[in-house]
């Protein structure tokens, strides 16, 4: 069967904030599936911080997005065209095919999905998928989070965030307090989710801030942030106090960036801070899933999704997301 689709391709690579101009949609030809291939519609596909990463060619853990073609990352999509005995016509698969109409690929490069009840393929993109599963091990496996520990999580409405936090109450942590973007952000954060502090740092400095929020301090830090929120964190951390450094999205677009101006403080007090890149931890996957599945049906665990339509607004998706336009996880959805 003869199609075509449209993909988004990376224009340029951006100097500091990127912008509409770094993408460009394209009409493509979908070429037939070969022997043991499938073609996927896709429904819905991810946007997230660490595609800014990949615009730039900067040496990083994965290789950046070429300019002049298609970009990628986490979609879900169904099977429309078969030639293998692994996938049928209708199947639900999560693959990393995503900025594009249509993925043609061997039927191994996708995994069937079957989405619970009360939710939509998007979930597999979020609580239920890289998102979720960052939260869960930077918390548990990285920060070593313990029962009565005070835990401080930056970013926290957004994707990984509002889990993290979520998921050190369930996991019993004495006080959970949460940084965000706005006064609606915080109340959601408080209200919804259950965190028992929360303040945004749009409202003055962040130091001052989780002084106040955490007069006795804390013992992990979930970083999403970096910059002044890392900063304010190794100031109020115990000794033997640890940090999961998930991700720091203040510096992303900075050309400048600067890190931390107290750090020598991680000396005195034995910190451990310690990177981590989901990938390398897959093999959690099947435990997390049983556990988030169990929370997600006692409603322990809430998820929230920020829905934009149209795959030719997916440039401003990311982008909005980079902004922290989004509660929860951002999604796009394609078809």
């Known amino acids: 069967m003869s199609r075509s689709g449209r993909e988004v ?50 040496p990083s853990y994965a290789r950046p997005y070429d300019v002049g073609a298609v970009m990628w990352g986490g979609a879900v999509g169904e099977v429309v065209e078969s030639e293998s005995p692994e996938l049928a016509v209708g199947d639900l698969v999560l693959h990393e095919y995503g900025w594009r109409d249509y993925a043609v690929a061997d039927a191994s490069r996708f995994r069937k999905v079957d989405p619970p009840p009360g939710f939509g ?58 940084s965000a973007g706005s006064a609606a952000k915080v109340a959601y954060l408080t209200g919804e989710l259950g965190f028992d502090a929360a303040f945004s740092y749009r ?41 999961a450094m998930c991700g720091a999205i203040s510096m992303y677009n900075e050309t400048a960036p600067t890190g931390p101006r107290n750090l020598a403080l991680a000396v005195g007090k ?24 169990g929370w997600l049906a006692s409603g322990q665990v809430k998820s929230a999704e920020t829905t934009v339509d149209g795959l030719d607004n997916a440039p401003d998706a990311f982008l ?11 999604v796009v959805r394609v078809s």
């Open 9 to 58: 391709h990376l224009a340029a690579r951006p100097v500091g904030w990127p912008t509409s101009d770094d993408f460009r949609m394209v009409e493509v030809d979908v070429p037939a599936p070969g022997p043991g291939q499938v073609v996927v519609r896709n429904r819905v596909m991810s946007v997230d911080p660490y595609m800014r990463g990949r615009m730039s060619d900067a």
């Open 121 to 178: 393929p998007s979930a597999f993109l979020g609580v239920l998928g890289m998102p979720g599963l960052t939260a869960y091990v930077g918390l548990l496996d990285i920060a070593e989070m313990r029962p009565g520990d005070r835990v401080f999580v930056s970013g926290a409405a957004g994707a990984v965030g509002s889990l993290a936090g979520q998921i050190a109450r369930c996991k019993g942590a004495a006080r959970v307090i949460g």
């Open 203 to 243: 409202d003055g400095p962040v130091a001052a801030q989780l002084k106040q929020a955490a007069p006795d301090g804390i013992d992990v830090y979930f970083d999403n942030v970096g910059g002044d929120h890392l900063e304010a964190a190794i100031g109020r951390l115990a000794q033997h106090g640890r940090v």
């Open 270 to 293: 034995r910190l451990t801070l310690r990177g981590y890149i989901v990938t390398d931890h897959y093999g959690r996957m099947p435990e997390f899933v049983a556990e988030m599945a």
């Open 320 to 330: 909005g997301m980079m902004r922290g336009d989004n509660t929860g996880k951002m």
